[in-house]
């Protein structure tokens, strides 16, 4: 199984930067689909972005569009979330997910195999 770990989340004031990392398992990480979601308290978790295998393309929410910047390194087996320009409603868990079966619509929760334990995001007013 694919093991996913999330790290670089914190406390940042708004206007800030924070960069999120994701390590991901795997001796095929370049054919995953890598993708971030986010859980704010009380709400349900929603997508922010993705990277689809070595193709590399990537799909934003309109939310987070302009200001995130999702990339990965398949040397490394890693996936990196840029986030600039951070609001406070960008707080949240922020969650890294796989996805090593067939492909399936990037935005859609259901559509990843693998899930980390989240890092938190909190940004200040």
């Known amino acids: 199984q694919v093991q996913v770990v999330e790290s670089g989340g914190g406390l940042v004031q708004a206007g800030g930067s924070l960069r999120l990392s994701c390590a991901a398992s795997?001796?095929?990480?370049?054919?995953?689909?890598m993708g971030w979601f986010r859980q704010a308290p009380g709400k349900e978790r929603e997508f922010v972005a993705a990277i689809i295998r070595s193709d590399a393309y990537t799909y934003y929410s309109d939310s987070v569009k302009g200001r995130f910047t999702i990339s990965r390194d398949n040397a490394k087996n890693t996936v990196s979330l840029q986030m600039n320009s951070l609001k406070p409603e960008d707080t949240a868990v922020y969650y890294c997910?796989?996805?090593?079966?067939?492909?399936?619509?990037?935005?859609?929760?259901?559509?990843?195999?693998?899930w980390g334990q989240g890092t938190q995001v909190t940004v200040s007013s």
């Open positions: 997910a796989a996805q090593n079966g067939v492909e399936r619509p990037p935005r859609l929760q259901s559509s990843y195999n693998y």
């Open positions: 795997g001796r095929t990480f370049s054919t995953y689909n």
